[in-house]
């Protein structure tokens, strides 16, 4: 029943923005460190931000720091990547990770298109 459900996605021009949000259930969401990864067609899976299961703690891939930010509501169960400034060379389909020790979840993925 461990569920990963990103939303968000879409189509924006260059240097528009979006916040992708990933919806968590089925596991203990506050004790995993919630990662966004990347993917675009033809190329490797890439690790774009995380964020720790404690403390808030966060990384960026450095293709995208300063301008995205990963944060997390664990009320809500959920963690967000906000995206601004955005490039072409961010279009890929984003996942949401959860990670604990050997646990590993992944969502479904959600489209990022930015193209003029």
Known sequence: QVQLVESGGGLVQPGGSLRLSCAASGFT???YDMSWYRQAPGKERELVAVISSVGGLTNYADSVKGR???SRDNAKNTVYLQMNSLETEDTAVYYC?????????WGQGTQVTVSS
Do not use: D, I, M, Q
């Not at 990770?97 to 979840?105: E, F, Q, S």
């Open 97 to 105: 990770n959860g990670k604990r020790r050997v646990l590993n979840y």
């Open 68 to 70: 995205f930010t990963v």
């Open 29 to 31: 969401f506050s004790a």
